[in-house]
């Protein structure tokens, strides 16, 4: 997660912004949008792995806890929303758009939306254990725990764009 939506952006992501919504008509929704920039998990190292995904196009769902965003004090993410995709030493990478969201017990999460989240082998087996250290991790430092029970906001998006800004749907 580690989604600060408040921070203003920073001179490189908001050239990358800038860069996409010149490729866009003059009446896209997305010229008066507000966008966000974040970077993935909870260490450098995560932030570029997942952002890796993403660009490769395998990374297309996130998770992520309502007590993340209740602890930041900023809203959970919504359908529509842009943000930024960022590496963990701040270098944008792409922008994508949230797309659905679901609110689900932990141990309710399916199949097909760890495939989605695209990390190590696609599978729930891998999903529940890289789930089960991070969002252990991120409960432990709040002060609570994780069960089958916990909510997860399952968070599906679309890759609009990469590093030179172009939509992708532009470009092919």
């Known amino acids: 997660m580690g989604n600060d939506l408040d921070a203003p952006l920073t001179a490189a992501a908001a050239a990358l912004w800038r860069a996409y919504v010149a490729h866009l008509p003059a009446d ?18 995560l932030a570029d792995e ?21 602890s930041e004090s900023v809203a959970p993410p919504a359908a529509g929303e842009v943000s930024i995709v960022m590496r ?32 190590g082998d696609g599978s729930l087996a891998y999903w529940r254990e890289a789930h089960t250290d991070f969002f252990g991790r991120v409960v ?22 990469c590093g030179d800004g172009r939509p992708l749907d532009a470009v092919r």
């Open 28 to 45: 896209h929704p997305h010229q008066t949008a507000r966008v966000t920039a974040f970077a993935f998990g909870d260490s450098a190292a």
């Open 50 to 70: 997942l952002a890796a995904l993403v660009v490769a196009g395998k990374k297309r769902a996130t998770a992520s806890l309502p007590v993340q965003f209740e």
């Open 88 to 119: 963990g030493d701040g270098t944008p990478v792409g922008i994508i758009e949230t797309t659905d969201i679901r609110l689900v017990p932990f141990g309710e999460v399916d199949a097909e939306f760890a495939a989605t989240e695209g990390e």
């Open 140 to 161: 432990a430092r709040l002060g609570g725990r994780l069960d089958a029970a916990t909510p997860v906001h399952c968070e599906r998006f679309r890759l609009l764009c």
